[in-house]
């Protein structure tokens, strides 16, 4: 029975097929920020090379195959005749054609492509003498590390123009893929073994990345940004990142700001990366935080997030779901799931948990968060600065810096266990623990190096960089303050 197309489906079918045709190819404009076919380097180049030798080669198999088609119907439609048509079996020379046809035709694609595969990966390797970054993928955000820089970061690679740059991928829980179309084909992320690539910039610019396989409900906002700079500028940004930020004025919004983010986000959020030694504490701190959060992945109080150093100077935040600006990043504290749905961070923060962030609170981190910018050359090492801890009187001032130096983040100071040991009564506990050694000494070694009397049942999360970060005057306040407690 004929089809019979009634006359308002024709009517309204036609325009709508157009459009959607329209639509799909609109996809392959170039001068789109995921465009594969805005090539803006060497490596996407040679890659888009081989899509066009593909698409040509299906072209011809597609219109040889259409005019055969065509041109078989009609030499052979059916004319007025009775009966069946004459039958046949077999065609030896017919078979022999379309079997060596395709083979032909798959080796002109394979062997470029082979080719380019292995060659892409021996450029990889060979581009770790100009650059080596390593991605770490997170369900849903990502590590950025400089290898042999000591500068770490997130969602965001920073690379100078005109340089094959190997990136080092891994994976901290699922698979993931990193693609930047307009750098390179995608790679995966692939837990317990390391992938690379090589890209390579030719302009200055930003260019848009995501997370191309499927990995989880945030999945779809894993985005990122490679920005490419002058090779100058590049330095400056990798010198910048060496550079600890301005501590806020005393008394500021943003030293009120720093104190609550030393209290309650620290201990998963490093802020102030800007030296070799807590560059590599910050690597082995992260992989820590994600032990303890595959332990006990409903209820864990700690997981490997975003290092924050530095973040006023990022385009985005969140993974590259908002602009970062001092508004998106209240909207983000207030409630990161309502800006990234699925996100860990109000599942598992205790502030959230617990009497949360009023808006002047919130806005004051916003605040301390803004300074995080690399400060003038010759700035007196990173830490986590006092705060404008009045001087005189020890206990006043230890008391302060308990919070301003992130203490209570993860410590009551009751005898009540948080993610740390309680330390109620930490006094009466030290001269118990080690007999002979005064519990000053004990308090003040425990302090400076967390590893030494670590109590069993906790997570060995405690930042080993106090020594550094604490004058001697600060140390004696905390251990005054915290020999008060009981
Ligand atoms: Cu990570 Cu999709």
Redesign the pocket.
Known sequence: MPIRISNRVRRFALPFLFILVLAALSGCTPHHNQSTFGAAGPIAERQKDIFVLIFWVAMAVFVVVEAAIIAITLAYRRRHVEGLPEQMHGNNRLEVAWTIAPAVVLAIIAIPTVNLIFSLDREATAAASNLEVVVT?H??WWEVEYTGEDVVTANEVHIPVGTAVRIVLHSED????FWVPKLAGKVD?IPTRANQLVVEATEPGVYFG???????E???L?RFKVVAHEKDDFAVWLDGMRRPALPPAPGSPAAAGQAIFAGNCSMCHSSQTTNPELARSERDTQGVRQEQFLKDLEDSAIIAAPNLTHLATRLTLGAGVRDLNEGTLAAWIRDPNDLKPGNRMKKLANVYRTQGLNDDQINQVVAYLMTLKPGPAGQAPAGQPAGGAPAGDPVARGKQLFTSAGCSGCHATTPDNIVGPGLGGVETRAATRKPGMSSDDYIRESIVNPAAFLVEGFPPVMPANFAQTLSADDLNALIAYLKTLN
């Open positions: 993928g369900q849903w699922v698979i993931h893929s992320l995501q997370c191309a396989e499927f990995c989880g945030a999945h779809a894993m």
